[in-house]
């Protein structure tokens, strides 16, 4: 009888402890259990897709239109810390198109974060302290909102909605490496919408939805502060210094859209910087 009751009592205990959990009420809960998820389980293999359209004007002239699409596959080990991604660029300007076949690896080398990159049958190496380490998704910092009573299925997967933003200085994609660590470029011009699809059960993301947008300001600051660099100095040209570079140049990018795809979790075969690599970089 004492062993039916500690049984019983024990039971209770365990579905009281499940009631904590339960499920998340609110959109700060689910990110708390997202971010824990994925600090125990980091992201092992993902795709992504990014799409970007851009044009350029001076004096009301155009310089251009570009369209760039980008397709990815990215892997990743956490013992030692190492990823790599092979990618598809293919870059179309005033209607000639250029593919680039892309092999990226990012790795620790006696404490610093380096990339090797191979492209065009060359192999090159850089110290990129902005590169990440982990594939997994960026959390939202903002604007947050889910719906507890909803939810849908993504990728066969029954998920909870995690919608949110954040800025250019806080997301883990390299832009500071974009614009070459230009201290005129203003991060926080850009804000990036994030629409997380979540595991229900193991709270790890599914899918990411990512809309970059005031990449256009951005680029307007960086060729600003460029070409100011240009004329300093030279004879002649001192008058342009106090010239609005604004009324002159128009630069207009489409929303970026970025979409990820998080196909595993679990540890992957071995990822190896090919020896071929380190001696020709």
Same mark, same amino acid.
């Given at each position: 009888m004492k062993k039916t009751f500690a049984a019983a009592a024990a039971a209770l205990m365990l579905l009281a402890l499940a009631g904590c959990q339960g $499920?998340? $009420?609110?959109? &700060?809960?689910?990110?708390?259990?997202?971010? !824990?998820?994925?600090? $125990?389980?980091? @992201?092992?293999? @993902?795709?992504g897709e990014t799409n970007m359209e851009m044009s350029m004007s001076m004096l009301g002239q155009s310089l251009g239109d570009l369209e760039l #699409?980008?397709?990815?596959?990215?892997?990743?080990? =956490?013992?030692?810390?190492?990823?790599? #991604? !092979?990618?598809?660029?293919?870059?179309?300007?005033?209607? =000639?198109?250029?593919?680039?076949?892309?092999?990226?690896?990012?790795?620790?080398?006696?404490?610093?974060?380096? =990339?090797?990159?191979?492209?065009?049958? #060359?192999?090159?190496?850089?110290? +990129?302290?902005?590169?990440?380490?982990?594939?997994? #998704?960026?959390?939202?910092?903002?604007?947050?909102?889910?719906?507890?009573?909803?939810?849908?299925?993504?990728?066969?997967?029954?998920?909870?909605?995690? +919608?949110?933003?954040? +800025? *250019?200085?806080?997301?883990?994609?390299?832009?500071? *490496?974009?614009?070459?660590?230009? &201290?005129?470029?203003?991060? +926080?011009?850009?804000?990036?919408d994030l629409k997380l699809y979540i595991d229900e059960k193991t709270y790890l993301p599914v899918r990411t939805e990512a809309a970059l947008h005031g990449l256009d300001e951005m680029f307007k600051q960086y060729v600003e502060s460029e070409m100011a660099k240009e004329l300093e100095g030279l004879d002649g040209l001192d008058a342009l210094g106090d010239l609005d570079m604004s009324s002159l140049l128009s630069i207009e990018v489409s929303d970026v859209v970025m979409d990820f795809d998080y196909l595993s979790y679990k540890p992957g075969e071995a990822i190896t910087l090919p020896e071929e690599a380190k001696a020709a970089a």
């Open positions: $499920k998340p $009420k609110t959109a &700060e809960e689910l990110l708390e259990r997202v971010s !824990t998820a994925l600090a $125990k389980t980091p @992201c092992t293999e @993902c795709t #699409s980008r397709e990815e596959h990215m892997y990743a080990n =956490t013992d030692p810390a190492i990823c790599r #991604s !092979t990618a598809t660029s293919t870059t179309v300007t005033d209607g =000639t198109a250029e593919t680039t076949e892309s092999d990226v690896y990012v790795l620790q080398e006696e404490g610093e974060t380096v =990339t090797y990159t191979l492209v065009d049958g #060359s192999w090159f190496r850089e110290v +990129t302290p902005n590169a990440g380490l982990d594939i997994s #998704s960026d959390l939202p910092t903002d604007d947050l909102a889910f719906d507890p009573a909803a939810t849908e299925t993504v990728n066969g997967t029954t998920v909870y909605v995690l +919608t949110g933003t954040m +800025t *250019g200085s806080d997301i883990g994609l390299d832009i500071a *490496g974009l614009f070459e660590g230009n &201290e005129d470029v203003d991060l +926080t011009a850009m804000r990036v």
